[in-house]
């Protein structure tokens, strides 16, 4: 059982994918960190030795320190930032627990794809429909919760890729993009390390029936397809779009992990 100032590893799980999850931080030390190059989905590096830093990113929020073990490092470091009034926890076991206990983990390799540093800025086509929204959704919610996303003319983005060293998706001819039969986000699910994930998994089927209308694929993907032209239709900039989008995408998440075998009965209580 965790410390009072500690957080399980079934814990954090929880918390991760949704809009309450804590800042992440891996101060491993870099020796520990490359005998395993990889973040909990959500987190980002910072060396210990300069854990005041951190604390202009961490106002407003709780955050999550993270070792290899966590024992000392992890465990000083959340102590120093409660003493600046941050509300910080260490990760009982550190990612060694993460890992013996089989949970999802970012390589630090497909960082490289994604920019090689954190936090990350993407460009798409602009007036997004399906996969330009659920991809923005599942970097800010399992890679990089920082990541701020350009939508540009379709014509101009490889060129505003290379200008302002943005990482382009979901365009012809680039690394996160369609791949065969699969969209996207599958690509992203994929590479990110997330497709263990079941409810991650559910969802990436439900967002390519939609994004491929291939509608056979689950009941859920006709639905999603109308929502997300309901809302292209609903604003103009689309980045109020891809914030009401991601709201969309936070409860169907949560239905993939948590509602799946939830029914709805009328008259109430008739069991029917």
Same mark, same amino acid.
């Given at each position: 059982?965790?410390s009072?100032t ?5 814990? !954090?799980?929880? !918390?991760?994918? =949704?809009?309450d ?9 870099d020796d520990?960190?490359?005998?395993d190059?990889?973040?909990?989905? +959500? ?5 210990f =030795? ?13 955050? &999550?320190i ?8 992890s ?7 409660r003493?600046?009034?941050v509300?910080a926890?260490?990760?009982?076991g ?5 890992r013996e ?12 794809h994604a920019g ?8 798409t086509r ?5 996969d330009r ?6 970097i800010?919610?399992? &890679?990089?919760?920082?990541a701020?996303?350009?939508?540009v ?6 060129a ?5 060293a943005?990482?382009p ?16 986000f599958? =690509?992203m ?6 497709g ?6 559910r969802?990436?089927?439900?967002v390519? +029936? ?12 006709a ?5 997300? &032209? ?12 891809l ?7 936070d409860?169907?998440y949560?239905?993939?992990?948590? +509602? ?13």
């Amino acid at each position: 059982m965790p410390s009072p100032t500690q957080i399980s590893v079934s814990q !954090l799980s929880r !918390l991760i994918g =949704t809009p309450d999850a804590p800042a992440i931080i891996d101060i491993c030390i870099d020796d520990d960190f490359a005998l395993d190059p990889a973040l909990i989905p +959500g987190a980002f590096r910072h060396p210990f =030795t300069d854990i005041e830093a951190l604390l202009p990113r961490l106002a407003g929020h709780n955050a &999550v320190i993270v070792c290899q073990k966590g024992r000392k490092i992890s465990e000083g470091a959340a102590a120093l930032l409660r003493t600046y009034g941050v509300a910080a926890e260490s990760l009982e076991g550190g990612m060694v627990a993460w890992r013996e206990a089989g949970m999802a983990a970012v390589p630090w390799s497909s960082l490289a794809h994604a920019g090689g540093q954190l936090p990350t800025l993407w460009v798409t086509r602009q007036r997004p429909k399906i996969d330009r929204i659920a991809c923005p959704w599942l970097i800010r919610r399992f &890679v990089d919760p920082q990541a701020r996303f350009l939508f540009v003319a379709p014509s101009e983005v490889e060129a505003v890729a290379e200008k302002f060293a943005a990482i382009p998706f979901d365009v012809d001819g680039v690394f996160w993009s369609h791949r065969g039969d699969s969209c996207t986000f599958d =690509t992203m699910v994929d590479e990110f390390g997330l497709g263990g994930e079941v409810a991650l998994a559910r969802l990436a089927t439900i967002v390519r +029936g939609a994004d491929t209308n291939r509608h056979d694929l689950a009941p859920q993907c006709a639905g999603l397809l109308a929502m997300s &032209v309901g809302l292209s239709r609903m604003y103009r900039d689309d980045l109020e779009q891809l914030k009401a989008g991601i709201a969309i995408y936070d409860a169907l998440y949560r239905w993939c992990r948590d +509602g799946v075998d939830e029914g709805h009965d009328w008259p109430a209580g008739s069991g029917s």
